[in-house]
């Protein structure tokens, strides 16, 4: 994640701890946990867990990672196993649980589990499509001790709905994202990033403004699941870097006005560099702090299969979400923390050491230390090779210095 406020507003948020090291005092802490665990250095991380706790999902979004239906998955994690699971991420010291799917309000013991996770010192956090979040739903989400919950939009209206495979998708988010601001439930908004939806940025950020959403998270196209499907829709170079003009700009408005907006860009490290550019262009004091702080983050070289990882509906355990098609173990077998640090798997070696293994542009670029080669999932889906340069690197040869 590039956080767009801290890096390019100078505004303090409240993941600082983990992105970039330094405390702050908007830190949450879980129960019986004194201090939050602030890593000495990135690769010293203990991963954020994505945890698809359902396959099942009352949407059919043609992006889906998960190629998810409105269907009984069987063979999903019992409340016992995964009160097991949850108790070993505590164990590890991981910091934060992402309750994802499918749709995972559909579980049940969520609301048990998310507390479960709590009394193990994991913070809880929710991804959702929003439109089963009734106002009771939403109490509860704040009673419980969800940090954040992200609600999927990605566009307004029908565009929404085009998106999600199902009409009505759109009002009943809106309800969600409502349900929830008025219980002071802290809440974002995800959207990923497609040729259909980018020139609707200006309209997403006067929506997020009007009805008070607290974060926004812009999620560049990953090639899994439907995703794969809809590669042709991915931005072009030239339009990612107008789509980030955008961010930047409406980003620094939010906080030049005081509004509290933590506003991030997910699953392209370059935006970061681009954004130290624009810093640059502008003489602005904060280039030198920014630079810092990215190369202390790392950016790739210590995400996937160090900062993030993944579990699925059955326990199995991948480098990141959209990487399920490699499975390093299952938690029924071994803990997580002893998959997760086992460096005999080859792919968990090189995610964990990557930057002597990487190709192309990205192993001669001179942002390596502060973008360390993005993403490796679109390296593999493009080139066959989870090692060579990432695809949506909007960088010009020049700009990376590696030749005209």
């Known amino acids: 994640m590039i956080n767009i406020t801290k890096l390019y507003c100078g505004d303090n948020t409240q993941s600082d701890d983990i992105r970039y090291g330094e405390k702050h005092s908007k830190i949450f802490h879980c129960r019986g946990v004194e201090d939050s665990n602030i890593p000495k250095s990135a690769s010293d991380r203990r991963p954020i867990v994505v945890w698809n706790s359902t396959r099942k999902c009352n949407l059919k979004c ?31 010291k991981v910091p934060a649980i992402l309750f994802s799917g499918g749709e995972p309000l559909i579980r049940k013991d969520l609301f048990e589990l998310a507390s479960f996770a709590m009394d193990n010192g994991v913070k ?24 954040y919950v992200g609600i999927s939009l990605d566009g307004i209206d029908e565009t929404n709905d085009k998106f999600r495979g199902v009409k009505g998708a759109f009002k009943k988010a809106m309800d969600g994202f409502r349900n929830c601001v008025e219980v002071g439930q802290r809440v974002g908004l995800r959207l990923t990033l497609t040729k259909k939806n980018y020139q609707d940025l200006e309209k997403i950020f006067d929506f997020i403004e009007a009805e008070s959403i607290n974060r926004a998270c812009f999620y560049h196209l990953v090639y899994s699941g439907r995703g794969i499907d809809i590669q042709k829709d991915d931005l072009t170079h030239e339009e990612s870097r107008k789509a980030m003009d955008i961010i930047l700009k409406r980003s620094k408005d939010f906080s030049d006005r005081g509004l509290d907006k933590e506003i991030l860009t997910v699953d392209n490290h370059v935006d970061g560099i681009y954004l130290y550019m624009k810093l640059l262009q502008n003489n602005s004091s904060r280039a ?34 959209f990487w399920m ?14 998959i997760w640090m086992d460096t005999s798997d080859p792919i968990m070696a090189g995610l ?32 066959n090779d989870p090692w060579m340069e990432d695809p949506q690197c909007y960088l010009s040869n020049q700009e990376c210095g590696v030749g005209d």
């Open 62 to 92: 043609i992006h889906c990672y998960t190629d998810s239906d409105n269907i009984d998955y069987s063979g999903e994690l019992t409340t016992d196993e995964a009160k097991k699971m949850i108790k070993d991420l505590g164990d590890f």
């Open 325 to 338: 098609d490699y499975t390093l173990g299952n938690i029924k077998d071994r803990s997580f923390g002893d």
């Open 288 to 321: 030198d702090e920014v630079i810092k702080l990215l190369k202390w983050n790392g950016g790739g070289l210590y995400s996937t299969g160090v900062g993030i990882g993944e579990i699925d509906f059955f326990g199995n355990v991948h480098p990141d979400q």
């Open 352 to 383: 964990k050491n990557r930057k002597p293994l990487l190709k192309g542009k990205c192993s001669k670029c001179k942002w390596l230390d502060a973008c360390g080669g993005s993403f490796r999932v679109r390296a593999l889906r493009v080139f």
């Open 124 to 147: 809880p956090t929710l991804s959702t499509n929003g439109t089963l979040i009734t106002p009771e739903k939403a109490k509860k989400l704040k009673d419980t001790g969800f940090t």
